[in-house]
């Protein structure tokens, strides 16, 4: 079984307290690590996809591809028929993205990749952008957005969420998803995290777990996830029968 705990925020321990039906079992075919790893942020990367209604053929940008949701949301736009560029910082992510299915990965890190994308775009910018880092990147995505394509907005991992200037997306006939979208999310999650658990089972989503900790080893974690040295997931392992 997986779930979230009772209170509704988590927390590092060997043992919590969560509501009966709070809980999902594991299917066959499916890790409980991986599980652990896929229900949460699989929910939100369905639900993002669904709202964004993806198209087969148009070309889908996603920031922090490397990253729980984002390593998701790749796959999902390649299972829906879209070219898919991720972008996400230095070569280890650069790899898993395109590991994943994206057909080209740039790293915002470095100069050039909006060319890279536009390139790739044949001028026109990505019909969809998935943002969930905010700030000069999310803008500059935003920028890039092609005219009449959408621009979703699930996060700010950078510290500020992308600064939109209705006018300008409007003037664009870009429209914008925003951050809103969650607040219904959690609400309507149990048929979306069934959903995830069952298409990881069916071998059609992969959760990619990308380092594991020991619990006593949490604050280790934690620096690793805050100093962006960590690709796709990051679990701690509990001892068996503590
Ligand atoms: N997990 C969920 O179910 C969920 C639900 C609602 C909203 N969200 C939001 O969605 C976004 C992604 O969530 P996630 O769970 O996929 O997180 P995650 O796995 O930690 O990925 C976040 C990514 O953000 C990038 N990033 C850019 N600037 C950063 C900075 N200053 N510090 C740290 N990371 C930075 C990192 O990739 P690079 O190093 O490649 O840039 C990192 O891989 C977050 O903003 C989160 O609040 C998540």
Redesign the pocket.
Known sequence: MVAHTADGLGGNAEKAVADEDALFPVPDGLELAEAAALF??G??AIGLAENAAIKPGEWVLVE?A?????SLLVQLARAAGARVIGA???ER?RELVLSLGAELAVDYSESGWREQVLAATDGRGPDLVFD??GGTIGREAFELTARGGRFSV??????APSEIDQAEAERRGVTVIGLDQ?FGFAATARPRKERALSQAAAGLLTPTIGQTFPLEHAADAHAA??N?QVIG?TLLQVQPGA
């Not at 490397?66 to 984002?70: A, E, I, L, N």
């Not at 699930?154 to 510290?159: K, L, P, Q, T």
Request: aromatic residues 0%; proline residues 0%.
């Open positions: 949460d942020d929910a939100t922090a490397g990253g729980g949701v984002g996400a910082r230095g992510k969930g880092i699930h996060g700010a991992s950078s510290g969650l996830m805050q962006r997931k």
